[in-house]
């Protein structure tokens, strides 16, 4: 399907034709596939924006919400560079796709832009120039975006070195510029075939209520762009005056707030020939991501399928008891409860340190088991009792397992944190439990959670005695005979090692349940970072059968 043949006069035939954004939904390889899969409703899948060189972005928080549909980021253009995200766009493409794919690129000049171009035309039905992004770095983005002499320049040195692209060339722009139209039409004038509009309003600052402090972790003091509701009527503006100075010609790919029918509605009116959908699809559970993008293209209710709660909004709490086991494990106490069930998780943030994704250990009174692993992991550990914390979530869904009479746990690493709450779930189904830890070698005292762990079963922990997950070496046949399940949480080779061996020994792969704690940004399905085979963790719950796993090819 040639791109620009079915977008052109789209807005003119009152066509709406969704595409999603790029740095939501489709940043993977997984989803972008799902996508082109399941979600027939979308005709455009939006990649992030690639560089030449992979690039970490921004540390945690990077996603905030002000309010319900608000939302504000500072990802700072995180990717995993050319040649990684080449190679993944070529498996995709040897597939076949449905959907056409638009592939988002950043640079900082314009020879950078110009080997993008050329690497990625060949699997691109459209190339997207980022000069937009406002928490970019110096030189990307938005620096090139706001100068229309710059941004003109840029696009006819990569139209002149080659002239052979078949891909159309598409402009993202900022709006944070006087007149977004003047710098629309100087890009057309140049040779761009389109333009993108809006990227992020702002940057602008967001500060949490309880503490005052900043939110987002960058090096603009916690400034950041902002996307979602609030800046629906200034896209839909943008928009319109866009059109109005370039013509009827040139593409515009339009975006910005909308979450609705009536708002893909308007943005047509206004001149789009495609509606970009992006923070309002973290408000939507996956599984109804196409009921959700059917309402909005078919004119349906989308307001079924939204969520109306913030689920970014931050909770504070006081440390009330710290436990230190060895240099790099603690157990923190912190006032307050949950209500968290296995395959539930939240985020821990303090102001200035940032945040990450923890297990809850034990619901009442609030416990983490925390092991310093990284930068923010050892800024936790300078806290003491009396110092406050923020979390929010919960984020996931509370595993779904079949009951057994009897289930052996095994958790190694910072996995038994989780156990806790697995065997606080299957104790109340009556079923007899052997818990299992493993770690690097035995304390002196009680191992951290044990109490716990050893009032809902036998308990047993296993050192390692210089081999890694030696706490597998005990699984027996007897141990997984009758009516059994085996829940297993720990690094992944561990998981896949005890999955294998208790298939092995005769043990159903829907009875062997695997705990994906994969890093996400977010938690709101927004970042894709999480992503497991065609499932998002942070929306459907970290709990995996070992069966499910296989079909999606998850490597673990």
Not at 275 to 292: L, N, T, Y
Request: charged share 25%; glycine share 10%; net charge negative.
């Amino acid at each position: 399907m040639d791109a620009l043949s079915f977008l052109k006069g789209s807005h003119k035939r009152g066509e709406i034709h969704l595409a999603t954004v790029s740095g939501v939904a489709t940043t993977k390889k997984e989803l972008i596939e799902l996508f082109d899969r399941s979600i027939p409703s979308v005709d455009i899948i939006t990649t992030k924006s690639f560089q030449t060189v992979p690039t970490p972005g921004n540390r945690e928080p990077v996603v905030c919400s002000p309010s319900p549909g608000d939302f504000g980021n500072s990802v700072g253009l995180r990717n995993p560079g050319m040649e990684s995200a080449l190679k993944e766009l070529r498996e995709i493409r040897a597939k076949g796709m449905r959907a056409l794919l638009c592939v988002s690129l950043a640079a900082s000049n314009p020879e950078d832009f110009i080997t993008l171009v050329k690497a990625f035309d060949p699997v691109a039905d459209i190339l997207e120039l980022n000069f937009s992004c406002p928490h970019a770095a110096a030189g990307f983005g938005a620096s090139i975006g706001t100068d229309k002499a710059i941004a003109s320049e840029y696009v006819r040195a990569i139209i002149t070195a080659y002239p052979e692209r078949h891909a159309p060339l598409v402009v993202k722009l900022t709006p944070n510029v006087p007149d977004i139209a003047d710098i629309a039409e100087a890009v057309i004038k140049a040779g761009a075939d389109g333009v993108s509009a809006i990227n992020t309003v702002g940057p602008k600052l967001y500060t949490e209520p309880h503490s005052g402090a900043p939110i987002l972790n960058n090096k603009l003091g916690g400034k950041g762009g902002a996307s979602g509701e609030w800046v629906k009527e200034e896209a839909i503006k943008a928009i319109r005056s866009i059109r109005e100075h370039i013509g009827d010609d040139p593409i515009i790919l339009g975006m910005g707030g909308v979450s609705s029918a009536e708002d893909a509605r308007r943005m047509v009116e206004a001149g789009a020939d495609s509606v970009g959908i992006g923070s309002a699809i973290s408000r939507v559970h996956p599984k109804d991501w196409e009921a959700f993008l059917s309402s909005v293209k078919n004119g349906g209710d989308s307001s079924l399928y939204l969520s109306a709660e913030n689920a970014l909004e931050y909770t504070p709490h006081k440390i009330v008891k710290k436990e230190l086991y060895g240099d790099d494990v603690a157990v923190f106490t912190v006032d307050g409860k949950s209500h968290a069930e296995p395959g539930e998780f939240m985020f821990i943030w303090v102001p200035g340190m940032g945040e990450k994704p923890f297990s809850v250990a034990v619901n009442d009174p609030l416990t983490f088991l925390i092991k310093k692993r990284g930068q923010f992991t050892s800024d936790l550990f300078t806290l003491g009792v009396g110092d406050t914390i923020y979390t929010r979530g919960l984020y996931g869904s509370p595993m779904v397992y079949e009951k057994t009479k009897k289930a052996l746990l095994i958790g190694g690493g910072t996995g038994a944190a989780v156990l806790p709450l697995i065997a606080e779930r299957l104790s109340k189904d009556g079923t007899e439990m052997d818990i299992r830890v493993g770690v690097v070698k035995l304390a002196e005292c009680k191992e951290p959670l044990e109490d716990v762990l050893s009032s809902y079963g036998a308990f047993r922990a296993v050192a390692d005695d210089g081999k890694p997950g030696r706490v597998l070496d005990t699984i027996s046949p007897s141990d997984l005979s009758g009516d059994t399940a085996l829940y297993v949480v720990g690094p992944g080779k561990m998981m896949e090692g005890a999955a294998r061996k208790a298939e092995e020994m005769g043990l159903s792969d829907e009875r062997i349940y695997l705990s994906m704690e994969k890093n996400t940004m977010c938690g709101i399905g927004m970042c894709g970072e999480c992503v497991c085979g065609s499932h998002l963790p942070c929306k459907e719950g970290t709990f995996f059968t070992w069966k499910t796993l296989k079909e999606n090819n998850v490597a673990l």
